[in-house]
């Protein structure tokens, strides 16, 4: 039998030891503060709490649970889920829980918040070329509506807010935006002509509906169903949906379906937050934001057919006004528009098929 080897003594302690011993301090130190470094960003970019193997992205809106942009985002999170295995994770909070669309476009800018829907109009502050879809009967029916958005020109759009932090992934039909009043119903041009109709805080939004004759008043959505109710505004315009599931036809009872905007809404995830994403991770939410684009879409017809019924057994007036008489009243101020920087792409809209 071999006898075991002797251990040899440990050397003295000396100066290289010592050295040794800083640079394992500093190294440690260097990693405390990456790891530190690391998970500050992570917090910091809209990422949730989750297991080591799961990453959390947290998304922000306005709308109501019933809406059909909320399932819309809902499907979305579930395939995320579904494609990445677990992996990746959408976390949504509706009705405002997280501040006003400014507030969580700005979270998101910064990176504080991963995920928020806005409306293009709201995004006219940040990108003023989205006031294009502001511009009263540019776009001829639903179908060019959506050859737009689904062709270059859309593309191009959603990528506009890239250098303010923003990186468009998908559009969610907002349907066509239509009067509604308190007391009278709104049939041509003339019946607008004195009234104040609550409109978004979109500059192409307010001007356009001041060259119908109309005195637009910016009040916050939240505040719209008093507002009616006191008296503030005499009218308001937004999609049937949207019409519904926040009850103001208890207040406004007369709807015209006079349809003179297709403003849509927009899915947008911090640039921030996209830079750090792997491209597995990219792919799962682009796919699965693709995804719940067609089965909003779905949902909103079958939502806004359902609606319209609901709201004719509730005893609300429809009316459907032509719209001839709506568009001459703003051809003027279109035709202004085309001398500005909206110019080329009123033509670009135009020109879609």
Avoid at 18 to 47: D, E
Avoid at 142 to 158: C, I, K, R, S
Avoid at 198 to 221: C, E, F, H, K, Y
């Amino acid at each position: 039998m071999c006898r075991a080897q002797a251990r040899p003594r440990n050397p003295p302690f000396n100066l290289m030891d010592k050295k040794s011993l800083s640079f394992l301090f500093v190294g440690l130190l260097i990693g405390v503060f990456g790891a530190t470094v690391t998970l500050a960003v992570m917090a910091g970019s809209g990422y949730g709490s989750g297991s080591s193997q799961t990453k959390v992205l947290k998304l922000a809106h306005s709308l109501d649970q019933a809406h059909p942009v909320h399932l819309a985002m809902v499907h979305m999170a579930e395939k995320v889920a579904e494609n990445s295995g677990g992996a990746l994770q959408v976390q949504i909070f509706p009705n405002g829980q997280l501040g006003t669309e400014t507030e969580t476009v700005a979270q998101v800018q910064r990176g504080a918040l991963a995920l928020v829907k806005t409306s293009a109009a709201s995004m006219e502050a940040l990108v003023p070329e989205m006031g294009v879809f502001s511009v009263p009967y540019l776009f001829r029916d639903e179908e060019h509506y959506w050859n737009v958005l689904n062709g270059p020109v859309g593309e191009e759009f959603l990528q506009m807010g890239v250098s303010q932090g923003l990186h468009g992934l998908t559009y969610y039909d907002a349907g066509a935006r239509s009067f509604y009043a308190s007391k009278k119903p709104i049939q041509t041009p003339a019946d607008l002509r004195g009234m104040k109709v609550r409109v978004m805080q979109s500059d192409g939004a307010i001007s356009g509906l001041a060259a119908t004759g109309a005195s637009p008043t910016p009040v916050p959505w939240g505040d719209l169903y008093t507002a009616l109710q006191q008296g503030m505004v005499d009218a308001a315009e937004n999609n049937v949906p949207s019409y519904f599931t926040s009850r103001h036809y208890e207040v406004a009872p007369y709807f015209s379906l006079d349809e003179h905007m297709r403003i849509p809404d927009i899915l947008l995830i911090s640039e921030v937050v996209w830079n750090n994403l792997t491209p597995e991770e990219k792919q799962w939410l682009t796919d699965a934001a693709d995804t719940s684009l067609q089965f909003q879409r779905e949902l909103w017809a079958e939502q806004t057919e359902a609606n319209l019924k609901e709201l004719e057994n509730l005893g609300v007036k429809i009316y459907h006004p032509d719209q001839k008489p709506f568009a001459a009243a703003v051809q003027d101020y279109q035709n202004s528009l085309r001398q500005t920087r909206l110019g080329k792409y009123i033509e670009a809209i135009e020109e879609v098929q």
